[in-house]
Structures are given as C-alpha cells and as structure tokens.
C-alpha cells in the first residue's frame, strides 16, 4: 500500500492553511486589501506601456532590476549597494527568511503581526518566540527585548506600522531593540509613509544586523506590479541576496517604478488626501455607539463591534468588503477596512451607523 502523499511532503505543510480573502476580490466598495483607492492617471500608464511595446519580450530581463534599483536607492538618498528590488515585498520575505532562518533558529513576531511571517518561519522549520501586544493592541517594548535576550533568538521581526493592529512602534523603541539585540532585525515598513513615526532607514550603516523591508503596494498604488524592496548594509544584503529568484522582476514593473518615481508628486498628494481621510473617518466612527475604533498609523482602520461576523455580512451584502480579522489574537470582533475615496468613505460609515443605531 502506497504512503499518503502528504508523508512526503515538508511537515510543516499540516499546521499551515492556505491563504485566502474572505469575500473575494471584487465588491462595489472594496476596503479589504490595504489597497489605495488611486490608481495610475491614463496618461502615465499610457507612457509606461508606450516604452514597454520597445522591449524585446523573447529575451530575459536583467538577473536583477538594476536600474530601478539605482534609481530607487537614489530617490532614498542612500547607497545604491544597499538595495535589492523583489516581485513584491512577500517575495522579499521568503528570500530574507530562506537567508537567516532554518532548523534550530528562533524568530521573535510580536503577536498579532503579518501572518506571512510564522508561515514563512514555520516551512523553514524555525522556532516561533511570540511576544503578545499590549491589550490596546500597542508594542509590548519591553517584552520583546526581554524574551529576545532570554530565548537568544536569531531573528526579530517588526511590522511598523503593524498590519493588522495598524499601530507604530516608537521610533526610539525601534532604535532599542535593533541595539539591544544580538539577533538580525528586519524592519517592514509597508505602512510608513501613513506613519506618525520617522522611517530607521537611516539606521542601516550604523547597525549591521537591520533589514528594512518596503513595498510599492500601499503608498505607491502599485499592488498590481508587485514590486518589493529591502535595504541594508551591503556585507548583510550580499548575503540575503544568495537564495533570491534571478529573473523574478519583470521590465514592466521596472519601467513603471522608474515613472512613478520621477512623477513622486502624485504618491504625496495621495497619501494627503489618504491621511486626512482616515482621521476624518476615524472621528465619525468615534462617535457612533456600540463601536470600539482605535488610533491608527496606516491606511486602514480597525473597529470593534458587538459581532464581527454578523457585521462583516451586513456589509458585504450592500456592497461594502471589509476584512473579518477576528481570528488574530487579541482582535476578537474586529474587522479591519482601509481607507477610500470620501463617497466609498461615506458609504461605509452610513451603513455602520444604520447598523447601530
């Protein structure tokens, strides 16, 4: 009799689901991604295609995306041999982790956190040390760096601002617990241009353990590009660099980051309009009864309602998709949306005071 196939399979794969998103991805108003609500102007997009019909399509892009690369470390203003570019952030994650990370290690994930983090960990086969949020949903600082130095773990990773809490660490805590810790640090600041809190890319040269992790996902509007950075020290990302797909950067992505960046006036005014109408929302939902909502340092905001599952429903059924994140810990009834255009807004904060009332 023949084994059951999943006998040989990697172990790990039994304590590991599938991801999904609860509801699909097409809704009337879609809040469920962390998406931006601005897509590229015609007019750009027209460009960018103008010069990718010039690209040769039989032959391979570069083994990496140099010139977005350099392009993009300039536009940080650090060194150009402490960039690599990725197909998308959630790339980079697998080729960070598949660089430091195997049987015997130990990461350290602030709970709750980016589920992509213990999957990740979990299929290498590493030890998850978990440190759980204040009941707030803040940082718990101090205890990170306490079981850090207890546990001696290899890796830390923080999420700031945090998906799915939408909380930022405290730049001086950051600092802290890069410095106070033997362990590789990496840093993903998907959310950063929404943060309250100053970026610690300017933290690279001084601390040989930091990665910092970005995405052109949020901020950038480009999810559907999928291009990801990490930045570093050049000794550490020669390193991190070795497991890396080769090829995986198409030219469009890379034509497109090189657009987006000489035209970087159409992210700050998104992220302007972005920031003004979280906090106008954030003080409607404060006002309505029944509903728990908290600060927030992203795009998106948090909520908690009597029944999320129930609320989730309502909402989908009149077109609204919103994302249940009940199933995190310390996030019972709690349903996460980001931020839309202001009728989208306006749409969804109508139907949560019918709901309410």
């Not at 559907?224 to 660099?241: K, S, T, Y």
């Not at 989730?312 to 994302?323: E, K, M, T, Y």
Request: net charge negative; proline share 5%; charged share 25%.
């Amino acid at each position: 009799m023949k084994r059951d196939i999943r006998d040989l399979l990697n172990p790990a794969l039994r304590s590991i689901a599938v991801y999904k998103v609860d509801g699909g991805q097409e809704a009337e108003i879609k809040l469920n991604q962390n998406e931006s609500p601005f897509d590229l102007p015609l007019w750009l997009k027209e460009t960018i295609l103008d010069e990718f019909r010039n690209e040769s399509w039989n032959r391979y892009p570069d083994i990496l995306p140099f010139r977005a690369m350099d392009a993009y470390a300039d536009f940080l203003g650090i060194a150009r041999d402490s960039v690599i570019m990725s197909n998308g952030s959630n790339e980079m994650l697998y080729t960070i982790f598949l660089a430091c990370l195997g049987p015997g290690k130990k990461i350290l994930i602030p709970e709750p956190s980016f589920s992509l983090y213990e999957k990740i960990a979990l299929l290498l086969q590493a030890e998850v040390v978990s440190v759980p949020m204040h009941p707030g949903l803040d940082f718990d600082t101090e205890a990170i760096i306490a079981k850090a130095r207890e546990q001696e773990v290899d890796f830390i990773v923080l999420s700031t601002p945090n998906n799915p809490t939408s909380k930022s660490l405290p730049y001086d805590d950051v600092c802290r617990i890069i410095g106070e810790s033997d362990a590789i640090v990496l840093v993903d600041e998907a959310y950063i241009e929404f943060s309250r809190e100053k970026s610690v890319l300017g933290l690279i040269e001084e601390h040989p353990n930091l990665v910092v992790l970005r995405t052109m996902s949020k901020a950038l509007a480009l999810a559907g590009m999928r291009i990801g950075f990490a930045i570093a020290n050049p000794v550490l990302l020669g390193e991190i660099a070795k497991p890396k797909i080769p090829f995986s950067s198409g030219r469009l992505a890379e034509i497109t980051l090189l657009h987006i960046l000489k035209h970087s006036y159409l992210v700050t005014d998104s992220v302007a309009y972005i920031l003004a109408e979280r906090d106008r929302v954030y003080a409607e939902i404060d006002g309505i009864a029944g509903i728990e909502v908290f600060a927030s340092d992203t795009n998106f905001l948090i909520i908690r309602v009597h029944d999320a599952a129930r609320t989730f429903r309502d909402l989908s059924a009149s077109g609204i998709l919103v994302r249940n994140v009940s199933g995190y810990p310390l996030m019972e009834n709690c349903l996460r949306f980001n931020v839309g255009m202001r009728d989208e807004n306006d749409r969804l904060l109508e139907k949560l005071r019918t709901m309410h009332t």
